[in-house]
């Protein structure tokens, strides 16, 4: 509690924990533990005077706290003081102000005049440990003042979605670390081999993402220009698949690629504008070719309905650039083209046995 008695601290033991750093006749500030998550932060808990003369130590305290602060800090309660025209009705004008609100718009009442005095502020690092924050202004109750509650409840962040990245590709150990995850589980179907293979893979490109290469800044001169070359050579090949930057080696590509658009938006435009109009003068198409116009000769209906074969497969997956965007599991064209002596066979059965069942693995959905 405060001196003149306007604030009275209370805390559950069991689940903070607070220790009072100052204490005046304005404030209560202090550190607060969140037991449940081990989280410390600081929290000042305001209740300012009426006149704007006898708040200038409360200021003064303030100033001097967030200059002294590197941990989150919040600051709560009653500021007897409004930073908007519009979060007051009645009284004198004040002057305009920035402030964020959430909640009650108006926080206190003598039935006469309404104003927002009540607030939640914190710093900059408070959303680093608390990035779930809301500030709720409830309904008003017995007292003038409208309740305001602050939770922060825990929600796991989302983990990063794992990328392959072609230059891991370069590095000595790649293909033994992908043959000994293909070693495992051979047990079940192609497809589950190729699910749990890419799961293991997962799991062991952290290490290779962690230590790529070994930098040790004492080995011989030609080692460390030939690492040095290396390095900038991956570095690239990061950076054009993070970019797409392909179009740079191909000059004008760009100008032709529009280009080409103009002149298919053209022609399509074109014939939209033939829709529901009749032309005497054109030569009428003959029946004949329309009857044949949908119709497969009987050598290309039998050549559509043959299996593909394992050349067929790799056919359309070398095809796809690797600066692609990856497919759900983060796996792009590249590492099927850097492994495929490994992992080819493996990747043509599981697509064979998916286009030989009718249902979608479940987990593949």
Known sequence: MTDRGGIILSWRPRRYQFNMILKTDQLIHGEAIQLSANKRFYITFVYSRNLEEQRIPLWEDLKALSQSLEDPWC????????LHQRERIGGIEVIDGECSYEGAFFTWTNKTIWSRIDRALHNELWYEGFAYTHVHCMTQGLSNHTPVTMNFPHFPRPRNTFQFCDMWTKDKGFKDM????LAQNQNGSSLKHSSRARNNLLQTQALLQQDPFNTQPLQKEAYSRDHHIAINHLAILLIKQQS????????????RIFMARIKQRNMIKYYKGLLGMMDHQRTKIGPQVMELGQCLIIKHQIKLSQPFEDSDIKKVL?????????GPDGCNSGLYKACWEDIGPLVCLAIK??????HLPSFYR
């Open 318 to 326: 070398f095809s796809i650039p690797n600066h692609k965007s990856p």
């Open 353 to 358: 046995e998916f286009f030989s069942g009718r």
């Open 178 to 181: 992908v043959k000994h995850s």
């Open 75 to 82: 600051v709560l309660e009653d500021f007897n003081s409004v």
């Open 244 to 255: 797409k930057a392909d179009w740079i080696g191909v000059g004008d590509e760009c100008s």
